[in-house]
């Protein structure tokens, strides 16, 4: 079985509406896949599409080579969260999570397994109806982990989560990409995304705009620039000027240099005697680049809010 999501094509509308215009990727096991983009970009509901909620009209979705309505018992292969809320409150977490055990032929151990695995143990015979957020994203993913897949779809996993879950669901999401499965994780928080995703895809206005590895991503958009902290900037200008680079004054004392690698800066400073205290790769975050590649497909855009002098 293969541990894949294929996206082939999808375009899907709603009234006038046009949710995915031609939605295309693949999911790959051995990774986090983050799914980003602004509100309206179309991943709520391409991921409804890839568990059959929404029929789309043109294109298919498959889940390990087949679509997942199709699948034999088909948590077994994809599990999914996608709203921390779909629950019975009057159950007990334990109780959730039987019901949807007994429909996938699993046992109450494997519940107890997952229970533990997702840290709820301890509440497992309280109603699921008074968790907090974070505990009900916690039971959502003990649900999505049931089957045992080979494949995770989770639709902003951090949300409510405090700082001891966040990290939890970090080590988490790594550890079910280290054991070969494909996770694809859609969030907003752009800064759990750099610090847990290997692979991205950035979609706006239902389409893709960029599928490709975060430190890819985060190179392509430093862009080879280099930050040169210095006490003699109009030597410094002078010389790498010179040299073929072009650089930009940022004030008290650095510059941004373009066209020369950090170690050419280094060896073009050095040589011309011009004093330095400080040379390094330009960083961008994960959060610069994705707004860079999502600027003008943003649907909901509001004023920017003015400065108050104190």
Same mark, same amino acid.
């Given at each position: 079985?293969?541990?894949?999501?294929?996206?082939?094509?999808?375009?899907?509308?709603?009234?006038?509406?046009?949710?995915?215009?031609?939605?295309?990727?693949?999911?790959?096991?051995?990774?986090?896949?983050?799914?980003?983009?602004?509100?309206?970009? #179309?991943? @709520?509901?391409? =991921? &409804?599409?890839? /568990? !059959?909620?929404? %029929?789309?009209?043109? +294109?298919?979705? $498959?889940?390990?080579?087949?679509?997942?309505?199709?699948?034999?018992?088909?948590?077994?292969?994809?599990?999914?969260?996608?709203?921390?809320?779909?629950?019975?409150?009057?159950?007990?977490?334990?109780?959730?999570?039987?019901?949807?055990?007994?429909?996938?032929?699993?046992?109450?151990?494997?519940?107890?397994?997952?229970?533990?695995?997702?840290?709820?143990?301890?509440?497992?015979?309280?109603?699921?109806? #008074?968790? @907090?957020?974070? =505990? &009900?994203?916690? /039971? !959502?993913?003990? %649900?999505?982990?049931? +089957?045992?897949? $080979?494949?995770?779809?989770?639709?902003?996993?951090?949300?409510?989560?405090?700082?001891?879950?966040?990290?939890?669901?970090?080590?988490?999401?790594?550890?079910?990409?280290?054991?070969?499965?494909?996770?694809?994780?859609?969030?907003?928080?752009?800064?759990?995304?750099?610090?847990?995703?290997?692979?991205?895809?950035?979609?706006?206005?239902?389409?893709?705009?960029?599928?490709?590895?975060?430190?890819?991503?985060?190179?392509?958009?430093?862009?080879?620039?280099?930050?040169?902290?210095? %006490?003699?900037?109009?030597?410094?200008?002078?010389?790498?000027?010179?040299?073929?680079?072009?650089?930009?004054?940022?004030?008290?004392?650095?510059?941004?240099?373009?066209?020369?690698?950090?170690?050419?800066?280094?060896?073009?400073?050095?040589?011309?005697?011009?004093?330095?205290?400080?040379?390094?790769?330009?960083?961008?975050?994960?959060?610069?680049?994705?707004?860079?590649?999502?600027?003008?497909?943003?649907?909901?855009?509001?004023?920017?809010?003015?400065?108050?002098?104190?």
């Amino acid at each position: 079985m293969e541990a894949t999501i294929e996206v082939s094509g999808l375009r899907k509308r709603f009234g006038s509406a046009l949710a995915l215009d031609g939605m295309s990727f693949t999911v790959q096991p051995g990774q986090v896949t983050g799914f980003v983009g602004p509100n309206g970009a #179309g991943k @709520s509901t391409t =991921m &409804r599409v890839v /568990l !059959g909620l929404d %029929a789309p009209d043109a +294109g298919h979705a $498959l889940v390990s080579g087949s679509p997942y309505a199709s699948l034999p018992h088909p948590m077994r292969y994809l599990g999914s969260l996608l709203d921390a809320g779909a629950l019975q409150p009057s159950r007990s977490a334990r109780g959730h999570l039987l019901w949807l055990a007994y429909s996938q032929g699993l046992t109450a151990r494997r519940v107890d397994e997952v229970l533990e695995q997702a840290g709820l143990a301890d509440v497992a015979r309280r109603r699921a109806g #008074g968790f @907090s957020l974070g =505990m &009900r994203q916690r /039971l !959502g993913v003990a %649900a999505a982990m049931l +089957g045992d897949p $080979l494949i995770l779809m989770l639709d902003e996993p951090f949300n409510g989560l405090d700082p001891e879950g966040i990290v939890w669901m970090r080590g988490f999401l790594r550890s079910l990409a280290r054991q070969g499965r494909a996770v694809l994780v859609s969030s907003h928080l752009m800064s759990e995304l750099e610090d847990t995703a290997d692979h991205l895809i950035v979609v706006g206005r239902g389409k893709v705009l960029a599928d490709t590895g975060v430190t890819a991503l985060l190179a392509a958009a430093a862009g080879g620039r280099v930050m040169l902290r210095t %006490a003699a900037v109009p030597d410094a200008v002078m010389v790498l000027d010179r040299a073929g680079a072009s650089v930009a004054a940022n004030g008290n004392g650095t510059l941004t240099i373009s066209g020369l690698p950090a170690e050419r800066v280094v060896g073009v400073l050095s040589q011309s005697g011009v004093p330095f205290s400080e040379v390094t790769g330009h960083r961008v975050t994960l959060e610069q680049a994705y707004l860079d590649l999502t600027r003008d497909a943003v649907e909901f855009r509001a004023e920017p809010t003015a400065e108050v002098a104190p």
